[in-house]
């Protein structure tokens, strides 16, 4: 079992940063594909960054690629998105996920992940 619980969104101007966190709890999440999601009414949620287990490979959805950056940290059992540049089309509602294999064919794709946290809300003002 692996339970996620995200902070460190707010509201930020454009142009401003943020760090999402989230902490990892359950023993086998080390092995574990950990993602960064978005959903907005508009559009639903979105893919926005993925790792592998062990952190060696990533995906980003190009919408965000340039300027988003997700990393892990195993030890601290802890996943992370630095969002740089944010934009008003950036805010929405992030979550964290986890699905339970190394790495994915596609690894933006919302149907392998198993878990997923509650969420935290980013605004960007223009």
């Known amino acids: 079992q692996v339970h996620l619980v995200e902070s460190g969104g707010g509201s930020v101007q454009a142009g401003g940063s943020l760090r999402l966190s989230c902490v990892v709890s359950?023993?086998?999440?080390?092995?574990?594909?950990m993602a960064w999601f978005r959903q907005t009414p508009e559009k639903g949620r979105e893919g926005v960054a993925a790792?592998?287990?062990?952190?060696?490979?990533?995906s980003y959805a190009n919408s965000w690629k340039d300027r988003f950056t997700i990393s892990r940290d195993d030890t601290e059992k802890m996943l992370y998105l630095q969002m740089n540049s944010l934009k008003p089309e950036d805010t929405a509602m992030y979550y964290c996920?986890?699905?339970?294999?190394?790495?994915?064919?596609?690894?933006?794709?919302?149907?392998?992940?198993?878990?997923w946290g509650q969420g935290t809300q980013v605004t960007v003002s223009s």
């Open positions: 790792i592998s287990a062990g952190g060696g490979a990533t």
């Open positions: 996920a986890a699905a339970p294999s190394t790495w994915y064919e596609k690894p933006l794709s919302e149907s392998v992940y198993n878990y």
């Open positions: 359950g023993y086998t999440a080390r092995w574990y594909t």
